[in-house]
């Protein structure tokens, strides 16, 4: 971690759990145990949820984000969320990308560059997720794997459009919800390897300023090992960030 260049951020996808009320219990509760930390947080409830969890976390140093969106502002797109309603209702971050999205709904490297385009149309910081498979990591691809994914999701924009906003979260997807975490050596390898990346498809301006979150079991028992690392700039945290509790340890990871 850089903190003068990148400061941490912490980012919790609740996924597809928590009711109205639910969340908006946790939000309340986690802006009350992260009052006055010097970090970056991110919740994305769940798209039911947002507006109310809006209410709760204005002017508070919690900001809100998308799991997901659509690529069109507006139109006949059944079933689907506009970047447009998202910053209307106060989200300052969208998740795109995320291996769930990849594996049940279709989302393709394609598609993907479209959303990140959408996002940044609408001043939503996208955290754009790539990661290999179990399958992919014992074929020797990781590295492949992750420089199309990244090379295809950023193609088209300039370190210009990128720089200070992209975010990334390197998610091996065999890490997902598996209770593995990925070892320090592996984030530290894939990190140097998506910050050089940045670098020899972009800039140093880019490379030096880009957040690379990791996520994957991420858990305040191992949440302190994987921020000491020195290209980790946060964690985009799943099943820990469900109880506020369990993630604000994890948002004060260095004490
Ligand atoms: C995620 O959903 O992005 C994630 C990393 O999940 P978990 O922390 O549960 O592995």
Redesign the pocket.
Known sequence: MNPTLRKPLIAG?W?MYKTVAEAVQTAKDLVQCTAGVDVDIMIAPPFTALAPVAEVVRGTSVALGGQNLFSKNDGAYTGEISPVMLADIGCRYVIIG?SERRQFFGDTDASVNAKIRAALNHRLIPVFCVGETDAQREAGETFSVLDKQVSKGLEGFSSEMLSNVIVIAY?PVW????GKTATSDQIQEVHTFLRSLAEKRFDNLLAKTVKILY????KPENVSEIMKLPDVDGA?????SLSAEVFSKIIRFHH
């Open positions: 996808n996924k995320h998610e890490a997902i919800g598996t996520g994957g079991s991420v985009l945290v799943g099943g820990a």
